[in-house]
């Protein structure tokens, strides 16, 4: 039997991606090793999103051909589609395929079995106008599925390089979204996480429909718990969104809007296509149909020019805010953006004093979120035993509103909904009691 190894780089879209190529390989009797071990085929799937993407996705190449001189060296993904050239120089890379057609990977693979001649199956993506079908009908983590809706984005913000590696937004069809989401739930998910590159961006490319509609139609699957946005833009939340986000019993009490920058003239520099007003305005709008929503953001800290004055700004926006939590991300400069080539780049010491001032402002602001469920019932799934003790009898799960809950019960309890009471809260944890299973049908 043939073996192959796969290695993700990057983010979860990249991590849906290798699980639907995966399952590609499983159809023609591949077996899955690990990536540490001797494999007949190594497919790397690869990240450019910063500088750093490249140059680890190179070292993994190197190391998957060291481990294997003979196997077959497949690289894909975002780096492989952005610089396939530099790829395939590496010598013992065998077989380059971007961020399309994928769905001939296997192909590629026996023919360059038989033929033995490196194949370069990289196109102009952005002349690509059809979404990648690849399904995925099952993850190894059992009570949560990603979705992926849609692909690209149209954005150009200045410090991104991920149109050029993904190309513009499309979307997939809603008959396939929701064909796959059925899937999912009849194979024992209650959770489905929609993802994308630019996800709230879902239907912007097609006739009479739109994310609301598709959200509209996912409340109505049957058996369909819970649905999570991973991200959306303040700018998608259209009127329409918080009408189904009102009245929607399964969209959870959580949204993750990117807002990058809290001061006006930053924003501008880095072309998202909004003002803090805007963005606040939003947020208000939202908290008036989901009181207790957890909104959580990414901040992007020492942009080019980011004076003082501009991160103080942006720190008494977030804090204003009340965030759930921020991922906070020092700029890293990315070459072939805009912003690469932005005069007075921000010193790296500078950048760190106002990362961790804004990790910080994030930490207290999460505490001050939990807080306001302490001795309140929430619904939590429980997901893996509690990892710092594996024999203390506790399980962990999220609840709707993204709490990380930790609670006494047994494995059986694992992937049904559990109402659990919060009794203690933490900035990794929220400790609780379970005080009942609401669901009897396990995830198989
Ligand atoms: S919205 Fe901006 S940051 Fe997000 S993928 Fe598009 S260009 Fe990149």
């Known amino acids: 039997m043939t073996t ?27 077996e899955r090793v690990d990536f540490d071990k001797k494999a007949d085929v190594y497919v790397i799937n690869t990240c450019t999103v910063t500088n750093t993407g490249d140059k680890k996705s190179r070292q993994v190449i190197r190391r998957a051909i060291k481990r294997n001189p003979d196997a077959v060296i497949v690289v894909t993904g975002c780096y492989a589609q952005i610089a396939p050239g530099d790829v395939l120089d590496i010598p013992g890379v065998d077989i380059v395929v971007g961020n399309q057609g994928r769905e001939k990977i296997v192909e590629y693979v026996e023919e360059y079995r038989r033929k033995r001649e490196p194949i370069n199956a990289v196109y102009n993506i952005m002349k690509t106008k059809e979404f990648e079908e690849l399904d995925v009908p099952s993850f190894s983590d059992r009570t949560r599925a990603s979705l992926k809706i849609q692909e690209g984005c149209n954005n150009f913000c200045t410090f991104c390089i991920i149109p050029w590696a993904r190309g513009l937004l499309r979307s997939r069809k809603p008959e396939n979204v ?7 739930v009849a194979a024992g998910y209650k959770e489905i996480v929609l993802t994308g590159i630019h996800t709230g961006g879902y239907g912007e490319d097609l006739e009479d429909y739109s994310l609301a509609k598709l959200l509209k139609e996912l409340d109505q699957v ?24 009102k009245n929607s019993t399964s969209i959870v009490r959580h949204l993750h809007i990117p807002l990058q920058a809290g001061d006006d003239e930053v924003l501008q520099r880095m072309k998202r296509n909004y003002t803090t007003e805007e963005y606040r305005n939003k947020i208000m709008e939202i908290r008036k149909v989901l009181p207790d929503v957890a909104i959580t953001t990414d901040v992007i800290v020492g942009f080019p020019g980011e004076t003082e004055e501009q991160f103080l700004n ?13 991922h906070v991300f020092p700029y890293s400069k990315r070459s072939g953006t805009p912003a690469a080539k932005m005069p007075d780049q921000v010193p790296e010491e500078v950048k760190h004093e106002r990362v961790q001032k804004l990790i910080e402002l994030s930490n207290w602001l999460k505490m001050k979120y939990a807080n306001k469920f302490l001795r309140q019932i929430l619904e939590v799934i429980p997901e893996t035993p509690y990892k710092e003790d594996p024999n203390s009898g506790l399980y962990t799960g999220y609840s709707d509103n993204y709490l990380h809950v930790a609670f006494k019960g047994t494995q059986d309890i694992v992937g049904k909904i559990c109402k ?25």
Not at 178 to 184: F, G, I, M, V, Y
Not at 223 to 243: C, F, H, P, V, W
């Open 4 to 30: 192959i190894a796969f290695h993700t780089l990057g983010c979860k879209v990249n991590q849906y991606e290798t699980e639907a190529i995966y399952q590609l390989f499983r159809k023609h009797g591949y």
């Open 222 to 245: 049957e058996g369909l718990k819970r649905i999570r946005i991973s991200s959306i833009e303040a700018s998608q939340i259209t009127d329409e969104i918080l009408e189904v986000l």
């Open 314 to 326: 942006g720190y008494r926006f977030m804090e204003e805010l009340e965030f759930a939590e921020m």
């Open 420 to 444: 659990v009471r919060i009794d203690r809260v933490g900035l990794e944890y929220c400790h609780g009691t379970l005080v009942q299973v609401e669901e009897e049908t396990a995830v198989s």
């Open 178 to 184: 929701l064909k796959q989401a059925r899937q999912l």
